[in-house]
């Protein structure tokens, strides 16, 4: 009993304690809710985004000829230096021409031969004419006379001709160089025979300057392209498209080239478009077969829709979202659509809207439904000015 009641003593004050504090608890929960997580926020805005294509390509030459010879032969002479570079017009190859100097010759001789037929056979036929006015000869030996000078006029021609041929062949043993550029290495030494029908070529000739870069662009992103710009979604100014050149190791290439053309067929093994660039190459730094990265400028977006790239969040399987907050402060996940990129933005083709307030720090710790409070609210610029990417909080 004694037990009991010493119990009952010390349980009332207790009980009343714990009562107090319950209370106090259930009006804090009444009065604050749940804690609010302190997040920076970026009001999603418009922008003028230029419309870039990050694209890979090889450069080549904007000529290239493959030197074959024309006539067959012993090489007699090298005429340059391997490496070098050479002029349109320059010897290249002294191929040995005393086979086609007798041809010349002998062709020229049976055109003196064919000359003096037609000069004998001339003189009778305009004799037999005369003849055949005065009645002296018959008709028949007149049209044979004739068909003798037509004959051998035909034969003149045809002489004339073999020594055109012969002239035209003994100067293909001069080899000479069809355009100007950098001259590979030789594949044929002195003393090598060479035929007009071969398909090793005996040198290589590149221009250098300018040079073609060659693109690949897959079929999807050349139809958007083309459709955005017939629709007229993109501005492009003056019709002209530049690029931006950057070698392998991200190294920008002081030059800018110029969109030459974009092929009108896919490549089937690759099923990617040929887009050419243009670009100029005066310290020949550009070498042909070299792996490039083409920034091609294709216009510009306006009006674009874009948020800060650290406030998008991509999943693996290729999913977006971003955390916008709703008229009740609470954080809620909104799914988008991606499209370019542009200092630190994306743009957005749809999941936001303008105006719509993104969450841009403690993304691992916000879930769909949690309160949050602004900490820092990133303004619009002024229009006209330009956006810098701001900082992650």
């Known amino acids: 009993m004694f037990l009991s009641k010493v119990n009952k003593k ?14 106090g608890c259930g009006e804090a929960q009444k009065a604050g809710g749940p804690q609010s997580l302190p997040v920076d926020v970026f009001v999603v805005k418009t922008m003028e985004v230029p419309v870039v294509s990050n694209l890979t390509g090889r450069v080549s030459a904007t000529r290239r000829a493959e030197v074959r010879p024309q006539v067959s032969g012993i090489i007699q002479k090298r005429l340059f230096v391997e490496g070098s570079t050479v002029n349109q017009g320059d010897q290249l190859y002294q191929i040995d021409p005393a086979i086609y100097e007798a041809q010349a010759n002998s062709a020229q001789a049976n055109l003196r031969s064919a000359q003096a037929s037609l000069y004998t056979v001339k003189l009778k036929a305009d004799r037999y004419r005369q003849l055949l006015q005065q009645k002296a000869v018959s008709k028949q030996d007149y049209d044979d006379a004739q068909a003798a000078y037509l004959q051998a006029d035909a034969a003149v021609k045809a002489a004339e001709a073999a020594v055109e041929t012969a002239n035209i062949n003994l ?16 594949n044929f030494t002195e003393g090598a025979l060479v035929n007009a029908q071969q398909t090793n070529p005996l040198t290589i000739i590149q221009q250098l300057d300018p040079m073609y870069v060659d693109l690949g662009q897959t079929v999807e992103d050349h139809m958007a392209l083309r459709q955005a710009m017939a629709s007229g979604v993109f501005k492009n100014a003056d019709g002209k ?37 243009i670009v100029p190459n005066p310290d020949r730094q550009l070498l042909p ?18 948020v800060r790239q650290d406030a998008v969040i991509r999943e693996a399987g290729g999913l977006s979202y971003v ?11 909104s799914i988008v659509k991606i499209g370019t990129e542009y200092e630190g933005y994306f743009v957005i083709t749809s999941g936001l809207k303008v105006g719509d307030r993104v969450i841009s720090s403690n993304l691992q710790k916000i879930r769909s439904g949690a309160p949050v409070s602004e900490v820092k609210a990133e303004q619009k610029p002024a229009e006209g000015e330009a956006a810098a990417p701001a900082k992650a909080g």
């Open 10 to 23: 010390h349980l009332l004050p207790s009980a009343l304690a714990l009562a107090i504090m319950l209370t």
């Open 171 to 186: 100067a293909y043993t001069k080899v000479y160089a069809p355009i100007s550029g950098r001259i590979s290495k030789s």
């Open 241 to 277: 498209a530049p690029v931006d050149i950057y070698f392998s190791n991200g190294t920008k290439y002081a030059h800018q080239g110029q969109l030459e053309f974009s092929d009108v067929t896919v490549d089937e093994t690759t099923g990617m478009v040929n887009l050419r660039a």
């Open 289 to 306: 077969g070299m792996f490039l990265r083409g920034d091609l400028h294709e216009g510009t977006l306006p009006n674009a829709i874009v």
């Open 323 to 333: 955390y916008i907050i709703d008229d009740k402060g609470l954080a809620q996940r």
